[in-house]
């Protein structure tokens, strides 16, 4: 038996939602509240993984992940992640050598969502675009394939 050190009424907690239901397309402010570097799956590199959180509007409070392929084989995946890098400093207007990424959390910035089917067949899921600064679009319904195939 485990104690849990509380009492826990189950019944009030049924009211939460779906949490990890997908949200809609769209361009959404958020900012940064957690970064760390992992190495990939295949552990042939590293990526920066980071944890947005959206500030406004109906879905405000929830957060969404994104990775960035800062070490990695494919050449072209890593020149993406410099480029999206590279634009979340602008948005956050840093200017400096970047050595510690978190110097970027908790400042809002535009960050674009997209639903897309999940890999394994198992209903939706989202996918973050950083977009240039300055585009004023927000984006088209994301296409099966990888990310770095489609820019």
């Known amino acids: 038996m485990a104690n849990l050190g509380m009492e826990f009424n189950p019944g009030e907690h049924m009211d939460g939602g779906n949490d990890f239901a997908p949200i809609p397309n769209g361009r959404y402010t958020a900012l940064v509240t957690a970064s760390e570097v992992k190495p990939t799956k295949a552990g042939t590199g590293r990526y920066l993984e980071l944890t947005f959180q959206i500030v406004e509007g109906e879905h405000k409070g929830r957060q969404i992940w994104h990775r960035l392929n800062i070490d990695n084989p494919s050449v072209r995946a890593v020149e993406i992640a410099k480029r999206e890098l590279s634009w979340i400093c602008a948005h956050l207007k840093w200017t400096e050598q970047l050595t510690d990424s978190t110097v970027l ?14 890999g394994d067949g198992g209903g939706m899921t989202n ?18 394939g990888r990310p770095w195939e489609r820019i």
């Open 105 to 118: 959390h908790d400042k809002p910035l535009p960050i674009d969502v997209l639903c897309k089917p999940r």
């Open 127 to 144: 996918e973050v675009k950083i977009p240039k600064p300055g585009e004023p679009t927000a984006p088209a319904q994301s296409t099966d």
